[in-house]
């Protein structure tokens, strides 16, 4: 019992140690009854799960015919899966897969990146398709003045930029390009066929012997 007292004060002084730090000289007496009543309202979320509060926007949205059936559903599998990563990684604060709406940080977000890419394996575009639904919740959570702007920039900004390469003929077509000898194996070939030469053929032949000067 004594020790569960214990850690039930190490807690409280613990909340309020972070309150006192985001609200200098804003304790009152209601704030610390919020804490001791375990309501939570002291916090500037209220205690609101981010999770539920990202499924209650996807909610709205849909019911509201904001997004379809399938982006709906694709939503609550990618609340899923980062409920997964939190307790995996042992990240979650107030339950081992849960946050609360103002516990999400640009650093929590990255390592759930990080997770998707080399734990679940996931291609970049597949990572940002289902960063959607954090996304659009992070920016109302701004608006709502929850989270800091500068804070919501910084995680808006995490959306992985896709490189840009070659084609796949593209790639082909760079590997299998001819080298200074096979350019004069073909030149050799050319001048072989003289005697059945066109016009195309010379104009060929001499298009070759330019390029090859160049080498």
């Not at 081992?96 to 940080?105: A, E, N, Q």
């Not at 709502?144 to 804070?151: D, L, W």
């Amino acid at each position: 019992m004594n020790q569960l007292l214990q850690a039930r004060v190490e807690r409280i002084d613990s909340l309020l140690a972070e309150y006192n730090e985001k609200h200098p000289n804003q304790i009152m007496v209601d704030v610390v009854s919020s804490f001791l009543a375990d309501k939570l309202l002291a916090r500037c979320d209220q205690g609101k799960d981010f999770v539920e509060f990202t499924l209650e926007r996807l909610a709205s949205d849909y019911s509201r015919n904001r997004i379809g059936r399938s982006w709906y559903e694709n939503g609550k599998s990618c609340m899923n899966i980062f409920q997964t990563f939190l307790r995996a990684t042992k990240q979650g604060t107030y339950r081992p897969d849960s946050i609360f709406v103002g516990d999400m940080t640009p650093e929590l977000l990255n390592s759930y990146l990080e997770w998707r890419r080399e734990i679940k394996q996931n291609s970049d575009a597949t990572i940002n398709h289902f960063l959607t639904p954090i996304l659009k919740a992070c920016a109302y959570t701004c608006e709502m003045n929850i989270m800091k702007p500068v804070v919501n920039a910084r995680i808006q900004d995490m959306r992985i930029v896709t490189k840009v390469s070659l084609s796949e003929e593209e790639s082909e077509f760079d590997e299998k390009s001819l080298t200074k000898e096979q350019m004069l194996s073909l030149l050799e070939y050319i001048q072989n066929l003289a005697g059945k030469s066109s016009w195309k053929c010379f104009s060929l032949h001499f298009t070759l012997v330019g390029s090859v000067s160049w080498m």
